[in-house]
């Protein structure tokens, strides 16, 4: 077994309204920050897995991600897999 | 005898009680039934109460699906057993799976807190099997997230099998196709955003919620799923 870390970030998929998202863009110009668009909020979740294998991992982390983590309907999950760094 | 219904009480939930009141003010039995229980007991309809279960973590509903009664509300609505999810019961319903679609964030940004005109468009479900196709109800809103959305294909369904139970006049929350209210395709699981439970007694300003739960009280009453015949 091997310890893999993973990141998954999940966001709302394109073309769903994500009010904190517009929020913080409409705040922005009145810090004086002028260029910023297309804010996106979402949300991080990281975690430790062990599985036999990297592609094992992101099998099963695709799953639980499918199954818990977002909701397919209006959310998509970037999952992101690395070797831990043993203690 | 009058009809037994359950309100399931997660940690969090807040409109137990109001649900509880308008059921016995409509001579039904009400009793709360745990989260943490494995077993409804002797009920014959179930309310899955607004509020904030399990503190929406993660998503609102995602949760409150692991709660252990949630097994038994997913095998008495199997069972053709009558099930309504009420706003935050709504978004557990659907995170469930026992209903199709996902409750986003509203349109317009804003938490929504007012009354709403609803159009009842379905009367073959057991929420409104007792009110009249085409009445105009006013019950109020409460959320956040309550702006319904779903596939092309699951719209599609719901439309071609008359299972849209209810419409908003002036959509709120930007809901695809005005939905306030869908059912299950046996028709015996619904939910809808708007709280019927507000709008049982004159003194909270409307009294149109009452139809629709004496609907779920004569359903509940029948023991059999409305709509199947």
Not at chain 1, 32 to 39: A, E, H, L
Not at chain 2, 82 to 90: A, D
Not at chain 2, 118 to 143: F, K, M, Q, W, Y
Request: glycine fraction near 10%.
């Amino acid at each position: 077994m091997t310890t893999f870390s993973v990141v998954v970030e999940v966001q709302l998929r394109e073309g769903v309204a994500d009010p904190q998202g517009a929020t913080i863009e409409r705040s922005l110009p009145t810090l004086g920050f002028d260029g910023v668009s297309g804010v996106r909020v979402g949300k991080c979740i990281r975690f430790t897995i062990d599985s036999a294998d990297e592609s094992a991992a992101r099998a099963e982390v695709d799953d639980l991600c499918r199954r818990f983590l977002a909701n397919p309907v209006i959310e998509d999950a970037d999952v992101r897999i690395e070797q831990a760094v043993q203690a | 005898m009058s009809a037994s219904v359950g309100v399931l009480l997660f940690p969090g939930s807040n409109c137990e009680q109001d649900a509880m009141e308008a059921v016995r003010d409509l001579g039904g039995d009400a009793r709360l039934l745990w989260h943490g229980d494995a077993s409804l007991g002797a009920v014959d309809a179930v309310i899955v109460p607004g509020g904030f279960a399990h503190g929406d973590y993660l998503r609102p509903g995602a949760i409150a699906r692991f709660s252990p009664i949630m097994a038994a509300v997913a095998d008495f609505a199997a069972a053709g057993g009558p099930v309504v999810g009420i706003c935050n019961g709504f978004q557990v319903l659907t995170e469930a799976g026992l209903l199709p679609g996902a409750l986003q964030k509203n349109r317009g940004l804003k938490f929504l807190c007012t009354t709403v005109s609803v159009r009842v468009e379905s009367t073959r479900s057991v929420l409104t099997s007792d009110s009249e196709e085409g009445a105009i109800l006013r019950i109020p809103i409460n959320h956040f997230e309550g702006n319904y959305t779903c596939s092309q294909s699951t719209l599609d369904e719901l439309r071609a099998e008359d299972r849209i139970v209810l419409r908003y006049l002036d959509n709120p929350n930007g809901s695809v196709d005005d939905i306030a209210g869908i059912c299950n395709d046996r028709r015996n699981v619904v939910g809808l955003m708007p709280h019927p439970e507000r709008a049982c007694h004159a003194l909270l300003g409307s009294t149109d919620g009452r139809s629709l739960l004496q609907s779920l009280l004569v359903s509940a009453g029948a023991g059999t799923t409305v709509g199947s015949a």
